[in-house]
């Protein structure tokens, strides 16, 4: 592609039309069309991003420096805006084969000394102390085990540092094109983020800031449909990475739920606000509540269950644990969702959603643990749907999720593993499989299903991927059960959140009504929200000491915490039907001191 754009140069100049050529992954530009080149950009180790609200610009980021260019009109800026992801697509697809490769076997070799050492400890913990004494060498060779950790932590330190420089160098060697005018000219990588043109200024909110600049809650009226934003106050580089590798990797094989991970492995968000997002796609619901083919309702309930992982693509952060007796409440799409952190060890959030044409509910008890080269979550707990106009209950669990390149290499998420859809009154069920990503992105994000009658009958087929949408294969043609809602722009600065998730932390002030429970209410969450890091680990320390100390008070006297929203009945937390009623009221009682 080639074409005229403005592009910004400094303060005394301003835009500048210069004449751009895209070719073979690399975007050179020059004064006129025909005259020499003044610049190159190498597109695959480049990021493209979209101007937050004005539709004619974008930016590309280098990792070293950052060119703001402005097209003549919205569609010729998308086109370029395209043809640019397409470009560093297309140079990474080339090139991330034998990386990508490489990486994934350095993780399995070190997944087998994992293995191969943790095999070794556990068979020296079997020999007896006495006959360690008794027979010369054997202790020894039980304290070079140890050793042998220590020097594999070292080198795996190593091989992370050599992989880190390589990337910087690379980054300064294909960037070495562009020209020093460049350099000089472009804002500095803080600059290229919160400087832009006076005329059009895109002005991130400062970091005592709640809110999105672009809506004035003060004049909104007080529901949740008319406060809504479009970014975080604080935008986040994307690019920025933390090394989780120096805080788990003394935690193999252990639950890793009792950890103390620092705020800044964090996404501004509770768990309980994001297991509200399974009700991201309710309108999956609303399809099969339309049908009047029960298998057809049972396939649209499986993509349904398949759909709460739509938006964790990119989303490899932790949200907050939540504290004990902590709520979050949510009104949207025509449904009331409450959900309480009900127990602390283990951790146990229960959620009960009721809408006119439906109930849903269930808990998560999340129990994650590191396994050498990749975290491993496994959910507990079974949810259950109810179509109120025919009855049918539905129930299932949900498959494992691993999170891989924790120790070098980019981290992704894969969903692993099979569960079944059951619908409890007729027997019929829909068995679906989540299938592992393979070494050269076979299968990625790939989920195929079955929908059975109560007979055990085939009847339908589902196909898609968990990151994209469901489809279901009927005798008369493909259905679509869902689509992937479409991202915000620059949600990659926005902790990859959604539309959805976007406005799930709005300030309590334009919230009416929530208990001081309310994860809203939560100062961590909110510091980090604002971008205010050091706060925010100071508050995560003060609520922590706090809940222990609590826990230490109820040890002495003897007492017990008990839910207020939630009760136990037959090993399951189902609901009490009694928060929105107490909301409505504004009489919230006997609600525990948590922040």
Same mark, same amino acid.
């Given at each position: 592609m080639e074409g005229y754009l403005l592009k910004w140069t400094n303060y005394v100049f301003g835009w500048q039309r210069r004449y751009f050529i895209l070719h073979n992954g690399i975007l050179h530009y020059c004064s006129q069309k025909g005259s020499s080149m003044r610049g190159a950009v190498h597109m695959d180790i480049s990021q493209v991003f979209k101007h937050p609200r004005n539709k004619r610009r974008f930016y590309i980021d280098t990792g070293v420096s950052c060119m703001h260019l402005k097209a003549y009109s919205p569609d010729e800026a998308q086109d370029w805006f395209e043809a640019l992801r397409s470009a560093k697509s297309e140079m990474q697809s080339d090139n991330s084969m034998g990386e990508d490769t490489c990486i994934e076997m350095i993780n399995g070799k070190i997944g087998e000394l994992w293995s191969i050492h943790a095999q070794i400890q556990a068979s020296a913990d079997l020999i007896p102390a006495q006959q360690r004494k008794s027979i010369p060498g054997l202790d020894r060779v039980v304290f070079l085990t140890e050793d042998l950790k220590v020097l594999a932590s070292d080198t795996f330190h190593l091989i992370e540092d050599a992989l880190t420089r390589f990337n910087k160098q690379a980054a300064t060697r294909f960037s070495g094109d562009l020209s020093m005018e460049v350099r000089k000219q472009t804002p500095s990588k803080a600059e290229a983020f919160y400087e832009f043109n006076p005329e059009e200024t895109l002005d991130f909110v400062d970091a005592q800031s709640h809110y999105s600049e672009e809506e004035d809650y003060s004049k909104?009226?007080?529901?949740?449909?008319?406060?809504t934003r479009k970014c975080l106050p604080v935008l986040r580089n994307p690019n920025q990475k933390y090394n989780i590798w120096k805080v788990i990797k003394d935690s193999i094989g252990k639950d890793l739920s009792k950890i103390a991970v620092p705020v800044y492995f964090n996404e501004p968000l509770s768990m309980l606000q994001r297991f509200s997002e399974d009700l991201s796609y309710n309108e999956v619901v609303l399809k099969a509540v339309e049908c009047e083919d029960p298998s057809m309702r049972l396939a649209y309930i499986a993509a349904f269950s398949v759909s709460s992982y739509a938006s964790t693509v990119n989303r490899t952060m932790k949200p907050f644990n939540p504290l004990l007796g902590e709520t979050f409440d949510l009104e949207k799409d025509g449904f009331q969702l409450i959900t309480e952190q009900v127990s602390h060890h283990p951790p146990i959030a229960a959620l009960h959603c009721d809408h006119p044409e439906y109930t849903f509910w269930g808990t998560s008890e999340l129990q994650s643990s590191f396994k050498g080269t990749y975290l491993m979550v496994t959910p507990k707990g079974t949810?259950?749907?109810?179509?109120?106009?025919?009855?049918?209950?539905?129930?299932?669990?949900?498959?494992?999720?691993?999170?891989?390149? *924790? *120790? *070098?290499?980019?981290?992704?998420? =894969?969903?692993? +593993? =099979?569960?079944?859809?059951?619908?409890?009154?007729? +027997?019929?069920?829909?068995?679906?499989?989540?299938?592992?990503? +393979?070494?050269?992105?076979s299968e990625s994000h790939g989920v195929t299903g079955t929908v059975f009658d109560s007979q055990g009958n085939s009847k339908l087929e589902l196909e898609g991927k968990w990151s994209e949408g469901m489809n279901i294969k009927t005798p008369? +043609?493909?259905?679509?059960?869902?689509?992937?809602?479409?991202?915000?722009?620059?949600?990659?600065? #926005? %902790? %990859?959140?959604?539309? %959805?998730?976007?406005?799930? #932390?709005?300030?309590?002030?334009?919230?009416?009504?929530?208990?001081?429970t309310d994860s809203r209410f939560r100062p961590d969450l909110r510091a980090l929200e604002n971008g205010d890091i050091q706060k925010a680990n100071s508050e995560k320390f003060r609520l922590e000491e706090k809940q222990r100390e609590s826990r230490k008070e109820m040890e002495k006297t003897g007492s017990t915490f008990g839910p207020v929203w939630f009760t136990l009945h037959n090993e399951e937390w189902v609901y009490k039907d009694n928060y929105w009623q107490a909301k409505a009221s504004g009489e919230f009682h006997n609600l525990p001191d948590i922040f």
């Open positions: 909104s009226t007080p529901s949740e449909s008319s406060t949810f259950h749907l109810v179509l109120k106009r025919t009855g049918e209950h539905f129930i299932w669990s949900k498959p494992k999720t691993n999170a891989h390149n *924790i *120790i *070098i290499g980019k981290i992704y998420l =894969d969903h692993v +593993g =099979d569960y079944e859809i059951l619908e409890t009154q007729s +027997g019929a069920k829909a068995s679906m499989s989540f299938k592992q990503k +393979g070494w050269f992105g008369s +043609g493909v259905v679509e059960a869902w689509k992937l809602h479409p991202f915000p722009e620059a949600y990659e600065h #926005n %902790y %990859y959140f959604t539309d %959805y998730a976007l406005q799930l #932390n709005l300030p309590p002030e334009v919230v009416p009504e929530i208990p001081p």
